[in-house]
């Protein structure tokens, strides 16, 4: 099999008496596209935060780009990254949140040539140049001088997408980018993550878009209570589902 961009591997995770990652494996190759689908509480956001150690695992293991995340491991036992290692890992995987997230206190521009700046030390120069194509890229150059709170959802959504571009990750992860946005908004962003995936950009994206997952997954995952209970191509896993669990969350969601 070749390398995985990102791997889990038996990874269980509870919060408090609340096992909320049941032993979840699940490989995405490099360029794919994965989306999550599942109930609300069946574990998508959490399993999105494990990967760039926002959340930290209880047991099982975590890669990406073929390098552990948040662990070294000497001999067969794991020691904790520091911080700073960590924020290192962190650029390699981007991540764009239900609620944007933005800093409101900076410019469109700004909030883009941040993180290259402070996380990655890169020349203001280049960066600068670097927001300028990505603002571009997402249909904003006209809003590089505004603030976030001037901005429409749909229009927050795509200046964090470049914001996420701008570290040059090696995965993007997508938690629900659409959800918090009014319908008529959904479409532009749904486009921006669609010209990424186009792109060859390794993907995971929970959504509850199915028309969405139909169309640019590579493969899609249902997750309920803390597990995978299938994955496949989007023909199998949404038109064919083999798993009434998946059939009744379809049911409901198309
Ligand atoms: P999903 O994204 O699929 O809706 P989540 O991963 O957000 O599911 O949550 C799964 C379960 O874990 C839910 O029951 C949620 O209330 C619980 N949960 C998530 N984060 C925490 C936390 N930090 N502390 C306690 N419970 C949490
Ligand atoms: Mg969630």
């Known amino acids: ?21 049941r032993g979840v494996d699940l490989r995405v190759a ?23 150690h926002l959340e930290k695992v209880d ?10 995340v948040g662990y070294r ?9 520091p911080e700073r290692e ?6 390699k995987i981007g991540f764009v949140f239900q609620n944007f997230n933005l800093f409101p206190h900076l410019t469109v521009h700004q909030n883009v040539t941040e993180a290259p700046l402070s996380a990655q030390r890169r020349p203001k120069a280049e960066v600068n140049a670097l927001a300028t194509r990505l603002l571009e890229r997402v249909g904003l150059a006209d809003k590089a001088r505004a603030y976030p709170g001037r901005l429409s959802g749909g229009q ?3 200046v964090a997408i470049a914001r996420a571009l701008a570290l040059e990750p ?15 908004l ?26 969405f997952a139909r169309e640019v997954a590579d493969t899609v995952v249902f997750m309920d209570e803390g597990r995978i209970v299938e994955q496949g191509p989007p023909a199998e896993v949404l038109d064919a589902p083999r798993h009434e669990r998946t059939r009744l969350f379809l049911s409901k969601v198309l």
């Open 73 to 81: 491991r000497v001999g067969d036992r794991l020691y904790e990254l």
């Open 186 to 211: 959904v479409g532009e962003v749904l486009d921006a993550v669609r010209d990424l995936a186009g792109s060859g950009t390794t993907m995971i994206v929970v959504t509850h878009e199915i028309g």
């Open 156 to 158: 927050q959504q795509r």
């Open 86 to 91: 960590i924020l290192r890992q962190r650029t």
């Open 30 to 52: 490099p360029g794919e596209v994965t989306v999550i689908l599942g109930p609300s509480g069946s574990g998508k956001s959490t399993l999105l935060r494990t990967v760039n």
């Open 59 to 68: 047991s099982g293991s975590i890669s990406v780009d073929g390098e552990l």
């Open 170 to 184: 090696k995965v993007i992860l997508f938690d629900e980018p659409t959800s918090a946005l009014d319908p008529e």
């Open 1 to 21: 099999m070749s390398a995985a961009m990102v791997e889990l591997r038996g990874v269980r995770k509870s919060f408090g008496p609340l096992e909320v990652l």
